[in-house]
């Protein structure tokens, strides 16, 4: 299964903020929305990942304002990105490996969407059942 194959299904709707809103701000929109994450993109160039980790780590544990701290300041901007075409094995890789939970999908320097370990649990499941009722088929001799 590739990533677009998960945003085919889900759909490919992506969220985005400037660098320049407070991480209240941003917060804000990611409760209304209901994501853990939101991407930065200005002039349509992704600038940024903003998580709730993010947040977590570098406002609520640093004793900060969320109301006086603008996104950029606690943003995250080495950005790992997944390419429409990779594969989930790729994406389970990286996200165990460099330890992150949403992956932006780009391709040709343009976000295409985003995809969260939700998203690929969920896909990896589908991929199981598939397989178990396969076998079962085979085992029982049915064409099912």
């Known amino acids: 299964m590739t990533v677009n194959q998960i945003l085919s299904s889900k759909g490919n709707e992506v969220y985005s903020i400037v660098s320049t809103i407070t ?10 929305k209901n994501i853990g994450a939101v991407l930065v ?25 969320s109301k006086k701290t603008l996104v950029h300041e606690i943003m995250t901007t080495n ?3 997944v390419k429409p075409t990779d594969k989930l ?3 389970m890789e990286l996200m165990t490996t460099k330890r992150v939970r949403h992956l932006p999908v780009v391709e040709n ?25 396969h076998l079962e088929s085979y085992i029982s001799g049915s064409n099912a």
């Open 23 to 32: 991480v209240y701000d941003a917060i804000k929109v990611m409760g209304e």
């Open 41 to 65: 993109i200005e002039d349509s160039v992704l600038k940024g990942v903003l998580s709730e980790r993010d947040y977590a780590r570098k406002i609520v544990l640093k004793d900060k304002s």
């Open 79 to 81: 950005i790992i990105t």
């Open 89 to 91: 094995e790729y994406c």
């Open 109 to 133: 320097n343009i976000v295409m969407g985003i995809i969260s370990i939700g998203d690929v649990v969920i896909a990896i499941i589908e991929i199981q059942k598939d397989t178990i009722k």
